[in-house]
T-cell receptor, first 109, second 115 residues
Framework: GQNIDQPTEMTATEGAIVQINCTYQ??????LFWYQQHAGEAPTFLSY????GLEEKGRFSSFLSRSKGYSYLLLKELQMKDSASYLC??????????FGAGTTVTVRA | GAVVSQHPSWVICKSGTSVKIECRSL??????MFWYRQFPKQSLMLMAT?????????EQGVEKDKFLINHASLTLSTLTVTSAHPEDSSFYIC???????????FGPGTRLTVT
């Protein structure tokens, strides 16, 4: 089983930084994903972490601490197009993805 | 590479009818595909795991006789919603497992509306 928690909503201004936290409890762990999903569309891959530490990809970075069951997604230099839902998902030993409820990020001008 | 398509992208059907949704991996072979359902403002919920050449594995609470899954080839899985009802209206998304076990590539989704 799994329990994945992330905040429901976050709001930030254009150009700012936002950090979305995700905590999880799983019976097995094979990595953690972050996806971006715009309304009415399928999720698009942002990052994958399986080892502890920070992975940086342009304006987006993702961090993982396996011992703490904790990850965050950092969005820098926010743009209006970054307004979307961000999904934290854990892949367990059976390679099934379990998703958190998603965090809706609203970027204001 | 790693493109997954779904057809149709949206469908409206009458209550009591059946609807088939196709999921195709266009440029890779996928022995395993996954079917998810997403209700408005909720996250993706795994419905079933589709394995090529064998029976699908359904998650707890998902009726296998209502949601028929067929994975007859390495590039195609189908989900048939039988005797659809308004409460089946949802966004159905498939994904295909890539060469690395942890990779999943998502299709664009199918919006089903049952009237």
């Amino acid at each position: 089983g799994q329990n994945i928690d992330q905040p429901t909503e976050m709001t930030a201004t254009e150009g700012a930084i936002v950090q979305i936290n995700c905590t999880y409890q799983t019976s097995g762990f094979n990595g953690l994903f972050w996806y971006q999903q715009h309304a009415g569309e399928a999720p698009t891959f942002l990052s994958y972490n399986v080892l502890d530490g920070l992975e940086e990809k342009g304006r987006f970075s993702s961090f993982l601490s396996r011992s703490k069951g904790y990850s965050y997604l950092l969005l820098k230099e926010l743009q209006m197009k970054d307004s979307a839902s961000y999904l934290c998902a854990v892949i367990e030993n059976d390679y099934k993805l379990s998703f958190g409820a998603g965090t809706t990020v609203t970027v204001r001008a | 590479g790693a493109v997954v398509s779904q057809h149709p992208s949206w469908v409206i059907c009458k209550s009591g009818t059946s609807v088939k949704i196709e999921c195709r991996s266009l440029d890779f072979q996928a022995t395993t595909m996954f079917w998810y359902r997403q209700f408005p403002k909720q996250s993706l919920m795994l419905m079933a795991t589709s394995n090529e050449g064998s029976k699908a594995t359904y998650e707890q609470g998902v009726e296998k006789d209502k949601f028929l899954i067929n994975h007859a080839s390495l590039t195609l899985s189908t989900l048939t919603v039988t005797s659809a009802h308004p409460e089946d209206s949802s966004f159905y998304i498939c994904s295909a497992r890539g060469p690395a076990d942890y990779e999943q590539y998502f299709g664009p989704g199918t919006r089903l509306t049952v009237t």
